[in-house]
């Protein structure tokens, strides 16, 4: 369950968010193979490699939109640059990442309301990362220093940088018109990102 925000505004947008991405997020948690007895250290690199193939673009788009609201510090939110060290780590040299074959289909950012959408989306995901990192030390022994740090991303700040995702989402004035926008832009991006983790044969 996610903190509450401070802003009364929240709640309406975050409720919007989460309701409305609800069974997309069910659906593709239950397709990825962290908790596989199957999954070895081989498969996560490729199911990391998909990761970097959809962050990579999708981040770049998001980024240089210039249409994210103000108030959001994307330095120190950006999450390709860690993704790429865990594919160092795992044994990639730099030529065979920059080779990567990159998601073509991206949700659309066509409003600011649309990237607080697609920031949603990306920002919970390093709430279930915690869960995974665990599970990934556990099981292959990942950690940090040898291919983990993505599942781990903000460190001990993982919470304290919900929180203020939170606050931040609290203080952007939306209608009703851009709450439905934020939640079409946070369900596309569920789906182009398990359309292109499908794409790429690392789901089960």
Not at 71 to 82: E, W
Not at 98 to 106: D, E, F, G, R
Not at 169 to 184: I, M, N, W, Y
Request: aromatic fraction near 10%; proline fraction near 7%.
């Amino acid at each position: 369950m996610h903190p509450p925000a401070h802003d009364v505004a929240a709640p309406s947008l975050l409720e919007a968010l989460r309701s409305g991405t609800a069974q997309l997020h069910v659906a593709l948690e239950k397709r990825l193979p962290f908790f596989s007895p199957r999954l070895d250290v081989d498969w996560y690199g490729r199911l990391l490699a998909a990761y970097y193939g959809f962050y990579h673009p999708m981040e770049s788009r998001l980024y240089d939109s210039a249409m994210i609201p103000v108030g959001f510090d994307q330095t120190l939110r950006v999450k390709t640059p860690t993704l790429h060290s865990d594919l160092i780590a795992l044994g990639l040299a730099n030529p065979a990442i920059v080779a990567l074959p990159l998601c073509p289909s991206l949700p659309p950012l066509g409003t600011p309301a649309a990237c607080l959408g697609v920031l949603y989306v990306l920002e919970g995901a390093t709430l279930g990362g915690q869960v995974l990192r665990r599970e990934m030390a556990r099981s292959l022994g990942l950690d940090a220093s040898n291919g983990g740090a993505f599942l781990n991303v903000y460190g001990a700040e993982t919470g304290r940088r919900w929180k203020d995702f939170l606050d931040y989402l609290g203080h952007v004035p939306l209608d009703d018109l851009g709450r439905q926008q934020a939640v079409d832009a946070a369900c596309a991006t569920f789906r182009c990102f398990e359309q292109w983790l499908d794409s790429q044969e690392v789901l089960l």
